[in-house]
């Protein structure tokens, strides 16, 4: 279930940031209501996920992803481009996160 909800915390962060690009510098109502309430559903669910989950793997792994869905969205949504270096970019972060999952658990006991 705490991966559960990190999967919710990333999806709702992802969208808070996509709607921050949508938002036009916050002058847009509809994607401003949905940055802040994004970020604090998102920052809801992970709080609850690090009740059973260990912080430093947890949020790498929410940084991570969030990172990674949010450049995939702007490609997506945006037309945003993608460069080899950022995608090698992308590449050393779940590698990252990878290393930490390793060294560090997520479970904590």
């Known amino acids: ?48 996920a690090l009740t059973s989950l260990n912080v430093g793997p947890v949020y790498a792994i929410w940084s991570a992803l969030g990172t990674i869905g949010a450049f995939a969205g702007g490609v997506v949504l945006f037309g945003e481009q993608v460069r080899p270096l950022t995608i090698a970019g992308a590449v050393i972060i779940v590698l990252g996160v990878v290393v930490m999952n390793l060294g560090g658990g997520v479970s904590r006991g």
Do not use: D, H, N, W
């Open 1 to 48: 279930m705490p991966y559960v909800l990190l999967a919710l915390a990333i999806a709702f962060e992802v969208t808070a940031t996509l709607a921050m690009r949508a938002s036009e510098g916050m002058t847009r109502l509809g994607p401003s209501v949905l940055v802040v309430a994004g970020y604090l559903i998102s920052f809801a669910f992970m709080a609850k």
